[in-house]
């Protein structure tokens, strides 16, 4: 039973070094995730803040990440053009978006009392 759940990780470590190696994005959220953690840092927030932050962060991760896989999916499945295939791709790219979106805004929230104040 624990080599299963050994093995899970590996799994999930083994996609999270394709993402980080295959995604330009990738490297982009995660400069954006130092930065933030260096600030997190600097203005010692409180244990809340953190949680927003923390929470926002592993949203535009986790969509980074399942657009990615969505993407991998979709290629293999039909290589060829398909407008389908192309809605998918954007809808997924859309999510990432969003997610960044909202994690920026969050970030806006937290840090502005600290910067402004």
Do not use: C
């Amino acid at each position: 039973m624990l080599r299963g759940r050994i093995t899970s990780f590996s799994y999930a470590f083994a996609g999270l070094w394709v993402l980080i190696r295959t995604q330009p994005n990738a490297w982009i959220h995660g400069v954006a995730t130092l930065v933030v953690i260096g600030a997190g840092m600097h203005f010692a927030l409180p244990a809340r803040d953190w949680a927003l932050l923390v929470g926002a962060l592993g949203l535009v991760w986790m969509g980074e990440a399942l657009n990615t896989a969505i993407e991998f999916v979709a290629d293999a499945a039909v290589p060829e053009q398909h407008l389908l295939i192309k809605h998918a791709k954007d809808i997924a790219a859309a999510a990432v978006l969003l997610a960044s979106v909202a994690a920026a805004l969050i970030g806006v929230l937290v840090f502005a009392p600290h910067v402004l104040g």
